[in-house]
């Protein structure tokens, strides 16, 4: 007889007992089939992964990635302690852009790459480091975010997330999906994510200058501008175990996103002539796509000792179109601006380590990079029909820069209490760009020491004192080197410009800024995987760049212009002053009897910083505030699996002297996000987000004193806008 397949057999036992009674002979019973069991061992928080860590490290894990539902890693940036979002790219320490390291799995982000798309759903974790280290390029004065993609499983998975969201005029939607598996030696992982985006403001600016005879003029414009646009990410990985201690993994990475923008401003005249042009119309148009391909192999040698090589290559490309239109006061056609922009670039890197243990809790490690690039960019700007600089317009410019690096380092836990991190790393860089009249050669070479020491007051390590003495740059990035001319198309190049609005042009003489940086830190570490940490530092820079505006004799007009251009000003010199605290509040302040689900986190930074050859006051930094604070919670209702949290972060306005005629006043910031988080079961959870809840406008200004010592000023004023957001995550 043939016996019913076990599915249809449970299904009878279970659905229709009386029928066991009405056999005469019951079947034997099947074997059970057999049972599939994990063995995993206990996760490592990300807090404890902090404490184990040689050199001060936060570490954002999988947990934090999901709490609000976030479409793009920013929005969990804007939320992370000591970390300053400005336009859209994150800041350590308030130092701005060039300062900050950004890493995608340990290498350096492509131009025109944004962790604003990048869903936080193709990446593991995201460490933030507040120093630099041996084995990543020592361009960090301020620190090194490094976002580590999700890798090949080790567990089949299967997760799939709807969202959308609204900002403005209609929803957009975004999802991301999952699949992954192990067959015997090898795993497979496949993320996939698609997201659309739409975004628009009011502003207003006031603009006290001159007019084209140079003349007084005072203007009054309003505006408005829409931003929208699609994109998508596929992430394949694929992980094989060779054999015993042998693992190949392979690692893509493809991205594209297409992006559409439109505006039109209005302009009063209040004093002097009136502009050719006073009703203005823009749109904007393109995209920006990009192929990255990793090969590494990993051999576990003798006695704990590790090889790693690596070798992998990167594509991308983007396009941009432009085109204004400008009437008079009549509705009358006087300005049709076109500008066309296209850049390509190319890129080969190899590497390797070697770790080997050298005894009880002492290791050593050496590596090695090679990077080649190469990038290509025409731009193209017609007005009226004809070129604003016939010399340049469709001129490629190519530009090629070769890198490489040698490093070493040793940790080592010398005493019961004591550990250091001893690195060395040594990093050359040449650039070679020839553009239609000019060739640039420019190479720079940095030795960085680096030491970390480390001392555990109490056997267990929960309460660290950490110091730190390093070496870190900043090399000048290509757009700074390059010399060609950007004109500010208000002042046609055949009349003279004001100050306030000068031409730009790169310096191909520019040096690397040095930079020697001491910090030091007391971290406490609470049972409850929550944290205190507090801790300064201090940073000597050489070499400051900083744009200067000049008059200046140019090739590309008949009569002087001003020029904006970067120099290396001289010395800066920064310091200060970070807290940091996260964790169950019945841990922190158990005296106020808090609720029990309740978590919350807050930092607070304070800074100064003096840049000599600049007048006081407010000679700082350029983008580094006096002070800032975060402050959150997260909350989990007794019983139930629902939570709900909040993050409100907050920057004052400052200003800043940026040289002893220019000067750059930049408002308050601030933004407060909440979530509520509904699990409906293991496989099903709904998130509910809002996003800038309490919106401010975002005001500058900016001043610059004539030769003639006249004062001309331009003032800005935009509005933002709450975003909502819905998702809900299907695990199968």
């Given at each position: 007889m043939k016996r019913a397949p076990h599915w249809l057999a449970a299904l009878l036992a279970c659905a229709a007992p009386g029928l066991r009674a009405q056999a005469v002979e019951p079947e034997p019973a099947p074997p059970a089939p057999p049972q599939r069991v994990e063995i995993r061992g206990n996760e490592v928080s990300d807090t404890e992964q902090r404490r184990r860590r040689s050199v001060a490290t936060s570490i954002v894990g999988r947990e934090?990635?999901?709490?609000f539902g976030d479409v793009s890693v920013t929005d969990v940036l804007r939320r992370t302690p000591g970390v300053d979002m400005?336009?859209?790219?994150?800041?350590?320490?308030?130092?701005?852009?060039g300062y900050t390291l950004i890493l995608v799995n340990g290498e350096r982000a492509p131009p025109g790459f944004s962790l604003e798309n990048l869903p936080p759903s193709q990446v593991e974790r995201i460490e933030i480091t507040k120093g630099p280290t041996a084995e990543f390029s020592a361009q960090a004065v301020a620190g090194t975010i490094n976002v580590i993609l999700r890798q090949a499983a080790r567990v089949r998975q299967r997760e799939l997330r709807l969202g959308t969201g609204y900002q403005i005029e209609r929803p957009v939607?975004?999802?991301?999906?999952?699949?992954?598996?192990?067959?015997?030696?090898?795993?497979?992982?496949l993320p996939v994510s698609g997201y659309q985006w739409r975004g628009g403001n009011e502003w207003r600016s006031e603009r006290y200058a001159r007019d084209l005879n140079l003349d007084p003029q005072q203007l009054r414009s309003r505006g408005v501008s829409r931003w929208w646009g699609y994109g998508g990410s596929f992430g394949p990985r694929l992980s094989w175990r060779l054999g015993e201690g042998r693992t190949l993994d392979f690692n893509n990475f493809v991205q594209r996103h297409d992006f559409r923008s439109a505006g039109e401003s209005r302009t009063d005249v209040l004093a002097g002539a009136t502009p050719p042009s006073v009703h203005d119309e823009s749109r904007n148009g393109g995209y920006w796509q990009m192929l990255r391909t990793g090969l590494?192999?990993?051999?576990?040698?003798?006695?704990?000792?590790?090889?790693?090589?690596?070798?992998g290559g990167q594509v991308s490309d983007s396009q941009a179109r432009t085109d204004g239109l400008g009437r008079n006061a009549s509705e009358a056609v006087t300005v049709i601006r076109l500008n066309r922009a296209r850049t390509e670039e190319a890129s080969a890197t190899s590497g390797g380590k070697v770790v080997w243990p050298m005894g009880d809790a002492h290791t050593m490690a050496v590596g090695f990079e090679v990077e080649s690039r190469r990038r290509e960019e025409s731009r193209t700007v017609l007005e009226n029909g004809q070129p604003q600089l016939a010399d340049y317009e469709g001129q490629a410019f190519v530009a090629r820069v070769e890198r490489q690096a040698l490093w070493a380092q040793d940790e080592w836990e010398f005493a019961p209490r004591w550990s250091a991190y001893l690195g060395l790393r040594a990093e050359r860089i040449a650039l070679r760009?020839?553009?239609?009249?000019?060739?640039?050669?420019?190479?720079?070479?940095?030795?960085?020491?680096?030491?970390?020491?480390?001392?555990?007051?109490?056997?267990?390590?929960?309460?660290?004192v950490r110091a730190s003495l390093t070496r870190a740059y900043r090399a000048p990035d290509l757009n700074r080197l390059v010399a060609r001319p950007a004109i500010n198309t208000t002042y046609p190049v055949d009349r003279p410009n004001p100050p306030i609005s000068p031409d730009r042009v790169g310096?191909?003489?520019?040096?690397?800024?040095?930079?020697?940086?001491?910090?030091?830190?007391?971290?406490?570490?609470?049972?409850?995987?929550?944290?205190?940490?507090i801790g300064g530092f201090v940073r000597h820079v050489d070499g400051?760049?900083?744009?200067?505006?000049?008059?200046?004799?140019?090739?590309?007009?008949?009569?002087?212009?001003?020029?904006?251009?970067?120099?290396?000003?001289?010395?800066?010199?920064?310091?200060?002053?970070?807290?940091?605290?996260?964790?169950?509040?019945?841990?922190?302040?158990?005296?106020?009897?808090?609720?029990?689900g309740l978590s919350v986190r807050g930092s607070l930074s304070v800074y100064r910083s003096r840049v000599q050859g600049v007048p006081s006051p407010d000679n700082r930094l350029e983008g580094q505030q006096p002070w800032s604070a975060t402050l959150g919670f997260d909350h989990a209702w007794a019983g139930t699996p629902r939570t709900f949290g909040a993050s409100l972060a907050y920057t004052p306005g400052f200003p800043v002297q940026q040289t002893s005629s220019q000067r750059f006043e930049q408002s308050r910031r601030r933004s407060l996000d909440a979530y509520l988080l509904l699990p409906l079961s293991r496989q099903v959870v709904w998130r509910l987000a809002v996003n800038n809840a309490w919106p401010v406008a975002s005001a500058t200004a900016t001043s610059v004193v004539d030769e003639d010592g006249s004062l001309q000023r331009s003032l800005g004023r935009t509005t933002s806008r709450r975003a909502y957001s819905a998702s809900v995550t299907l695990k199968f």
């Open positions: 934090e990635l999901d709490r400005q336009g859209g790219s994150p800041r350590l320490r308030g130092l701005g852009s939607g975004n999802f991301s999906a999952t699949w992954a598996d192990q067959w015997g030696p090898v795993g497979v992982a590494q192999f990993t051999r576990r040698l003798p006695e704990g000792g590790r090889l790693e090589l690596r070798a760009s020839q553009g239609p009249d000019d060739e640039i050669v420019h190479a720079s070479q940095v030795v960085t020491p680096m030491a970390h020491l480390n001392f555990r007051i109490d056997p267990q390590g929960r309460d660290l310096n191909p003489l520019l040096e690397p800024e040095l930079s020697t940086g001491l910090d030091v830190a007391f971290e406490k570490y609470l049972a409850s995987n929550g944290v205190v940490s400051l760049i900083r744009n200067v505006t000049r008059l200046e004799t140019v090739p590309w007009a008949s009569v002087p212009r001003w020029v904006s251009r970067p120099v290396n000003l001289g010395p800066a010199r920064s310091i200060g002053l970070e807290l940091e605290l996260k964790g169950r509040a019945a841990e922190l302040w158990p005296a106020l009897r808090p609720p029990a």
